[in-house]
């Protein structure tokens, strides 16, 4: 295999919403009532019952210069066009050689307890999180079947009305939903209460994978306020961790054999010492802690339900043995800052080549189709979705990947001295985006 033979499927990227995401999806009051969208200042914000949120996705930040991807967008206008418009979308995925695409919300959080758990009047939040949804998936991933992956929002405060949206959103192909990692911090009960009951149920029952991204729950946290920037992000994706181990403890797995989750934008390299872990404290606790995973070690039921996914992660692709090969898949993470767009196939191919053909095809995309039911192949031939063949497209479109400045918020102070950005700089910033009502 070549590098423009790979066919890459990502299952972590990002859309911020377009104004009119609502128009075609609601009328009359129920429009009136939605979300809408706001310019003021020269930033772009949502209302909702009361409540203003940020407009654009975290650090959406893909085709600046290196140097800005501190700086935080404040308006469409400061992003590239493919953050919230599905035509460019297609193209900033074919010049970067990626065949498929599973993508997060932004307005509403990556699980949308940003907006809709959050709204007093609740009849009305799962009103328009249904809209969401048939905008999610009949208008974006509609406008390029094959391309685009389904994952829809779950009214989760409401059990009824979960089971009701799964069971709709099923009918309408789609296969995906998106959870908080720890319901217990939008203050519903912890996954281990028998609450979530019917929601297992029908999700099992619809075979729609769960994911869960890390920030949606639990926080990723930073040592202090003055720790520099880089250590935060070092251990972002690693922050999983903590939510890896609560549902890897979920009794409901043993009752559920077909249960799907992955663990969106966690990296690999962490999981086999995670799993050694795990079966060394089973082993050496279980007699008092009456934990029990049916017989089984950890890491087998690990292996068995969860999928990982990486950025850029050579060592875990090294010991791929002892990540799982058919539970790791690919994520781009599009548009946020760690995305190595537009060169995700040079930066994939030097960790994949010491790989069988077999296995890349696992990690770039069969791993992927089959956790979540996704077929592009049903809709392209195989040889038009390969990396060549989607770059050949994108260079006859003339996609433009030239770096563009295009401003927004600073971590640092007009005219401060060049220093060391600190947690606490990225926090004050994101906290003056936030109180803008």
Same mark, same amino acid.
Request: contains cysteine.
């Given at each position: 295999m070549k590098m423009e033979d790979m066919v890459i499927i990502s299952v972590d990227d990002h859309i911020s919403e377009p104004p009119d995401m609502f128009k075609k999806h609601l009328s009359g009051d129920d429009l009136a009532t939605a979300p809408t969208f706001v310019q003021k200042n020269g930033a772009d914000y949502w209302t909702y019952q009361g409540m203003t949120m940020t407009s654009v996705g975290l650090n959406a930040v893909v085709g600046r210069p290196a140097d800005e991807y501190g700086m935080e967008p404040q308006s469409l206008e400061q992003v590239r066009k493919g953050c919230y418009d599905p035509a460019a979308r297609l193209d900033d995925m074919n010049v970067n050689g990626i065949a498929g695409s599973l993508n997060f919300g932004s307005m509403g959080g990556f699980d949308g307890s940003r907006c809709f758990h959050k709204a007093p009047d609740k009849d009305l939040a799962v009103k328009h999180l249904r809209a969401y949804n048939d905008w999610h998936i009949l208008e974006?991933? +509609?406008? &390029?079947?094959?391309? /685009? @992956?389904?994952? &829809?929002?779950?009214?989760?405060?409401? !059990?009824?009305? %979960?089971?009701?949206?799964?069971?709709?959103?099923?009918?309408?192909?789609?296969? +995906?939903?998106?959870?908080?990692?720890?319901? =217990?911090?939008? +203050?519903?009960?912890? @996954?281990? #209460?028998?609450?979530?009951?019917? !929601?297992?149920?029908?999700?099992?029952?619809?075979? *729609? %994978?769960?994911?869960? $991204? @890390? +920030?949606?729950? #639990? &926080?990723?946290?930073?040592?202090?306020?003055?720790?520099? @920037?880089?250590?935060? *992000?070092? =251990?972002?994706? !690693?922050?999983?961790?903590?939510? &890896?181990?609560?549902?890897?403890?979920?009794?409901?797995?043993?009752?559920?054999?077909?249960?799907?989750?992955?663990?969106?934008?966690?990296?690999?390299?962490?999981?086999?010492?995670?799993?050694?872990?795990?079966?060394?404290? $089973?082993?050496?606790?279980?007699?008092?802690?009456?934990?029990?995973?049916?017989?089984?070690?950890?890491?087998?039921?690990?292996?068995?339900?969860?999928? %990982?996914? /990486?950025?850029?992660?050579?060592?875990?692709?090294? #010991?791929?043995?002892?990540?799982?090969?058919?539970?790791?898949?690919?994520?781009?993470?599009?548009?946020?800052?760690?995305a190595l767009w537009p060169e995700v196939p040079e930066f994939l191919w030097k960790s994949v080549q010491h790989l069988t053909d077999e296995q890349i095809d696992k990690i770039t995309h069969k791993n992927a189709m089959r956790m979540l039911r996704f077929d592009p192949f049903k809709h392209h031939a195989r040889e038009e979705l390969t990396v060549g063949a989607l770059r050949a497209k994108a260079a006859a479109d003339g996609v433009d990947t030239t770096p563009l400045s295009s401003g927004g918020a600073a971590p640092l102070a007009e005219g401060e001295s060049k220093r060391t950005v600190t947690s606490g700089d990225i926090m004050k910033m994101f906290e003056k985006q936030a109180n803008v009502a």
């Open positions: 974006w991933c +509609g406008y &390029a079947p094959g391309r /685009f @992956i389904p994952c &829809a929002l779950l009214p989760t405060w409401d !059990m009824k009305a %979960t089971v009701e949206e799964i069971e709709r959103i099923a009918k309408l192909g789609c296969t +995906g939903v998106t959870l908080s990692e720890n319901p =217990t911090k939008i +203050g519903l009960p912890s @996954i281990h #209460n028998a609450y979530w009951e019917p !929601m297992w149920k029908a999700l099992v029952e619809n075979d *729609i %994978t769960i994911n869960l $991204h @890390i +920030g949606s729950g #639990n &926080a990723a946290p930073h040592a202090s306020m003055e720790t520099p @920037i880089e250590a935060w *992000i070092t =251990t972002m994706p !690693m922050s999983i961790n903590v939510g &890896a181990a609560d549902w890897l403890n979920l009794e409901a797995l043993k009752r559920y054999s077909d249960m799907k989750i992955i663990l969106s934008e966690s990296g690999i390299g962490w999981v086999p010492y995670f799993l050694e872990r795990a079966d060394f404290s $089973h082993s050496r606790h279980h007699a008092w802690t009456n934990s029990d995973f049916g017989g089984k070690k950890p890491s087998d039921i690990f292996r068995k339900h969860f999928m %990982t996914c /990486f950025i850029d992660d050579a060592f875990g692709l090294k #010991n791929l043995e002892d990540c799982g090969e058919d539970m790791v898949a690919y994520e781009c993470d599009y548009p946020h800052s760690d």
